[in-house]
């Protein structure tokens, strides 16, 4: 009678085993795919453009086709349209202030020692001297 029991038992566990084998854990199923491309925006003048962490950026200055233009307190940068998306407060570029700002001040800046100096167009290209 032991000897069923014990039979039994192990039969039991066995199927047990065999059911938490066949059953895949709750964990590992896959989320439910999202959309690959985001909802379109159509930015108008006056928009309040928010960065990615959800401080005020700016604002919309101009949309021209697919470039827009953000005015902020360093000045005015244009972005392409993909560049920006719904989110939760309103428009948001995928872009921190910061970055834009940087941006701003970077094309503000003269290029180099070239920007520095006069014009010298047209003149003949002069020999270094030896």
Do not use: W
């Not at 959309?35 to 003048?45: D, E, G, M, R």
């Not at 990615?52 to 827009?68: H, L, M, P």
């Amino acid at each position: 009678m032991k000897n069923l029991a014990l039979c039994g038992a192990v039969i039991l566990f066995g199927a047990c085993a065999a059911n938490a084998q066949a059953a895949p854990p709750a964990s590992t199923t896959a989320p439910a795919p999202q959309s690959a491309t985001p909802a379109p925006v159509a930015p108008k003048a006056g928009d309040v453009v928010y960065d990615n962490t959800g401080q005020q950026a700016g604002s919309v200055e101009s949309v021209n086709g697919n470039v827009v233009v953000v005015a902020t307190e360093q000045g005015k940068g244009s972005m392409p349209l993909t560049e920006f998306a719904m989110g939760e407060k309103g428009l948001t570029m995928n872009h921190t202030k910061a970055e834009l700002e940087t941006a701003i001040r970077n094309a503000k800046a003269p290029e180099g020692p070239a920007a520095q100096t006069p014009s010298t167009a047209g003149e003949a290209p002069k020999a270094p001297s030896s």
